[in-house]
């Protein structure tokens, strides 16, 4: 038996139904100190530097991304229908 549900919503309604939280007022803030930034600093622009204190939260630095996906990848273990239906 299959069920098909078409949901015709915005994303704003969308984000509403899950709870999440309304971020588009902190958005534009970061984006207006990164114009702000980029704007002191034009003659020395360097966008690493600029997105350095943004990208350094979460997960520590782009370096931990990579050893958690390295990581994900060298420890997953396929699986398949197949396999799935030999154990039933």
Known sequence: MKFKIDVDMTPDEMRRVLGL???????????????????AGADGYDPLTLFKPYMTGGLGSMEALQQMMLKMMTNYKGTSKEAGKASD
Not at 21 to 39: H, K, N, S, T, Y
């Open 21 to 39: 939280p309304d971020i588009a007022g902190f958005q534009e803030e970061m984006l207006d100190q990164i114009r702000e930034r980029m704007a």
